[in-house]
Nanobody, 123 residues
Framework: QVQLVESGGGLVQAGGSLRLSCAASGRTFSSIGMGWFRQAPGKEREFVAA????????YYADSAKGRFTISRDNGKNAVYLQMTSLKPSDTAVYYC????????????????WGQGTQVTVSS
């Protein structure tokens, strides 16, 4: 079992930056794939970024490419999402998620979820 807790959300103006953090506890963190997903009001949860267990492979949604960077620190049991050039369309609750295998871009592949952190981008 893995417990995930996100932090770092908030209100930011368009063009600004935020860094989300996800702290993990439980089973060996370094063996699980991690992802970030988001859900805007009235919309389905969507993939944002993912990273494999070693950090050597990363994956991004088209909307995140060039603006967001996912990283992880297995020594600290943490995964991060650095977001730059934020847009109002990035407003959503952001969730980190984990799975006991390679990281994927599919929401239903992930068994472990945090409670989410709100990101609001004002225009």
């Amino acid at each position: 079992q893995v417990q995930l807790v996100e932090s770092g959300g908030g209100l930011v103006q368009a063009g600004g930056s935020l860094r989300l953090s996800c702290a993990a506890s439980g089973r060996t963190f370094s063996s699980i794939g991690m992802g970030w997903f988001r859900q805007a009001p009235g919309k389905e949860r969507e993939f944002v970024a993912a990273i494999n267990w070693s950090g050597s492979s990363t994956y991004y949604a088209d909307s995140a490419k060039g603006r967001f960077t996912i990283s992880r620190d297995n020594g600290k049991n943490a995964v991060y999402l650095q977001m730059t050039s934020l847009k109002p369309s990035d407003t959503a609750v952001y969730y980190c998620a984990g799975r006991s295998n390679r990281a994927t871009m599919v929401t239903t592949d992930y068994a472990y979820w945090g409670q989410g952190t709100q990101v609001t981008v004002s225009s």
